[in-house]
Protein backbone atom coordinates (compact mmCIF):
# COMPACT_ATOMS: atom_id res chain seq x y z
CA UNK A 1 0.00 0.00 0.00
CA UNK A 2 1.31 3.75 -0.96
CA UNK A 3 -0.13 6.52 0.25
CA UNK A 4 0.59 10.25 -1.14
CA UNK A 5 -0.32 12.68 0.49
CA UNK A 6 -0.80 16.66 -0.51
CA UNK A 7 -2.10 20.02 0.39
CA UNK A 8 0.08 21.58 3.03
CA UNK A 9 1.99 24.61 3.04
CA UNK A 10 1.28 28.30 4.78
CA UNK A 11 -1.03 29.68 6.22
CA UNK A 12 -2.39 32.36 8.45
CA UNK A 13 -3.90 32.17 11.70
CA UNK A 14 -7.74 31.58 10.92
CA UNK A 15 -7.32 30.31 7.53
CA UNK A 16 -8.36 26.77 5.98
CA UNK A 17 -6.55 24.24 4.17
CA UNK A 18 -7.25 20.41 2.59
CA UNK A 19 -5.58 17.73 2.81
CA UNK A 20 -5.50 15.44 0.44
CA UNK A 21 -3.94 11.01 0.90
CA UNK A 22 -4.19 8.88 -2.10
CA UNK A 23 -4.25 5.10 -1.63
CA UNK A 24 -2.73 2.97 -4.32
CA UNK A 25 -1.32 -1.13 -4.70
CA UNK A 26 -2.61 -3.61 -2.54
CA UNK A 27 -6.10 -1.82 -0.55
CA UNK A 28 -7.86 -4.19 0.04
CA UNK A 29 -7.65 -4.70 3.65
CA UNK A 30 -7.83 -0.98 4.07
CA UNK A 31 -10.67 -0.03 5.49
CA UNK A 32 -9.96 3.18 7.67
CA UNK A 33 -7.66 6.14 7.31
CA UNK A 34 -6.58 8.63 9.50
CA UNK A 35 -4.33 11.96 9.58
CA UNK A 36 -1.46 12.22 12.41
CA UNK A 37 0.59 15.50 13.65
CA UNK A 38 3.66 15.67 14.54
CA UNK A 39 4.51 19.06 15.91
CA UNK A 40 8.41 20.02 16.90
CA UNK A 41 9.46 18.33 19.91
CA UNK A 42 6.13 16.66 20.53
CA UNK A 43 4.91 12.93 20.19
CA UNK A 44 2.90 11.99 16.97
CA UNK A 45 -0.72 12.55 17.70
CA UNK A 46 -4.04 11.28 15.92
CA UNK A 47 -5.87 13.97 14.13
CA UNK A 48 -8.45 12.31 12.72
CA UNK A 49 -10.15 9.03 11.27
CA UNK A 50 -12.67 7.74 9.00
CA UNK A 51 -13.49 3.98 8.52
CA UNK A 52 -14.94 2.78 5.05
CA UNK A 53 -18.68 3.20 6.67
CA UNK A 54 -17.90 6.93 7.28
CA UNK A 55 -17.34 6.88 11.12
CA UNK A 56 -15.17 9.38 12.26
CA UNK A 57 -13.14 10.26 15.13
CA UNK A 58 -11.39 13.64 16.10
CA UNK A 59 -9.08 14.74 18.64
CA UNK A 60 -10.80 17.48 21.03
CA UNK A 61 -8.22 19.84 19.80
CA UNK A 62 -10.29 19.72 16.33
CA UNK A 63 -13.19 18.94 17.11
CA UNK A 64 -15.33 21.95 15.15
CA UNK A 65 -12.52 22.89 13.09
CA UNK A 66 -11.33 20.00 11.14
CA UNK A 67 -13.70 17.62 8.98
CA UNK A 68 -12.34 14.16 7.46
CA UNK A 69 -14.27 12.79 4.60
CA UNK A 70 -13.15 10.15 1.74
CA UNK A 71 -14.04 9.28 -1.63
CA UNK A 72 -13.89 5.44 -1.83
CA UNK A 73 -14.00 5.65 -5.21
CA UNK A 74 -10.63 7.38 -5.48
CA UNK A 75 -9.38 5.33 -2.43
CA UNK A 76 -8.42 9.05 -1.02
CA UNK A 77 -9.37 10.51 2.13
CA UNK A 78 -9.57 14.57 3.04
CA UNK A 79 -8.91 16.34 5.87
CA UNK A 80 -10.68 19.86 5.53
CA UNK A 81 -8.84 22.41 8.07
CA UNK A 82 -10.35 25.30 9.00
CA UNK A 83 -10.22 28.34 11.73
CA UNK A 84 -6.23 27.31 11.58
CA UNK A 85 -4.48 28.01 15.05
CA UNK A 86 -0.76 28.25 15.18
CA UNK A 87 -0.43 25.17 17.53
CA UNK A 88 -1.79 23.26 14.68
CA UNK A 89 1.73 23.84 13.00
CA UNK A 90 3.23 20.28 12.71
CA UNK A 91 3.95 17.82 9.76
CA UNK A 92 0.73 15.94 8.84
CA UNK A 93 0.84 12.31 8.17
CA UNK A 94 -1.98 9.82 6.61
CA UNK A 95 -1.96 6.25 7.73
CA UNK A 96 -3.98 3.69 7.10
CA UNK A 97 -4.85 -0.04 8.41
CA UNK A 98 -7.62 -2.68 8.59
CA UNK A 99 -9.80 -0.74 11.39
CA UNK A 100 -10.09 2.35 13.14
CA UNK A 101 -9.28 0.73 16.28
CA UNK A 102 -6.40 -0.85 14.80
CA UNK A 103 -5.19 2.81 13.92
CA UNK A 104 -2.24 3.79 13.45
CA UNK A 105 -1.87 1.02 10.74
CA UNK A 106 0.92 -0.17 9.10
CA UNK A 107 1.05 2.28 6.26
CA UNK A 108 2.20 5.81 5.86
CA UNK A 109 2.19 8.49 3.80
CA UNK A 110 5.44 11.14 3.70
CA UNK A 111 4.58 13.82 5.71
CA UNK A 112 3.10 17.13 4.78
CA UNK A 113 4.25 20.43 6.28
CA UNK A 114 1.13 22.52 7.84
CA UNK A 115 2.52 25.91 9.34
CA UNK A 116 0.40 28.39 10.93
CA UNK A 117 2.06 31.88 11.05
CA UNK A 118 1.34 36.00 10.59
Known amino acids: VQLQASGGGLVQPGGSLRLSCAAS????????MGWYRQAPGKQRELVAA???????NYADSVKGRFTISRDNAKNTVYLQMNSLKPEDTAVYYCNAGPAMYLLPGDFWGQGTLVTVSS
Open 50 to 56: INIGGNT
Open 25 to 32: GSIFDINA
